[in-house]
């Protein structure tokens, strides 16, 4: 079994800053991409950030220049910064990953948090 768990999520005014983690735990053999998702009330849920195992970054729009995402392998985390927070990124913030778990194939499986909410006041 593999679970992640995010923390780090709250309430912040506008202009402030946020750092979530997500750590991933169970039975695991190799993590490949990671990301962050998030979904506002009655939306769709969005891309936020995804990094590679080797550290490749890619960042929608609506955060780039404002929001980094890392990780640490040694500690199968992955973790967002946001900075410069707006009332519009108050969501619920998702942690995604692909994870094998198995010694004999090399095949990979999502695995999602449970979310952390993240509400940014104005």
């Known amino acids: 079994q593999v679970q992640l768990v995010e923390s780090g999520g709250g309430l912040v005014q506008a202009g402030g800053s946020l750092r979530l983690s997500c750590a991933a735990s169970?039975?695991?053999?190799?993590?490949?991409?990671m990301a962050w998702y998030r979904q506002a009330p009655g939306k769709q849920r969005d891309l936020v950030a995804t990094i590679t195992r080797g550290g490749r970054k890619n960042y929608a729009d609506s955060v780039k220049d404002r929001f980094t995402i890392s990780r640490d392998n040694a500690k199968n985390t992955v973790y967002l910064q946001m900075d410069s927070l707006k009332p519009e990124d108050t969501a619920v913030y998702y942690c995604n990953a692909e994870i094998r778990t198995s010694l004999v194939t090399y095949s990979y499986t999502e695995y999602w948090g449970q979310g952390t909410q993240v509400t940014v006041s104005s």
């Open positions: 169970g039975t695991i053999r190799g993590i490949g991409a």
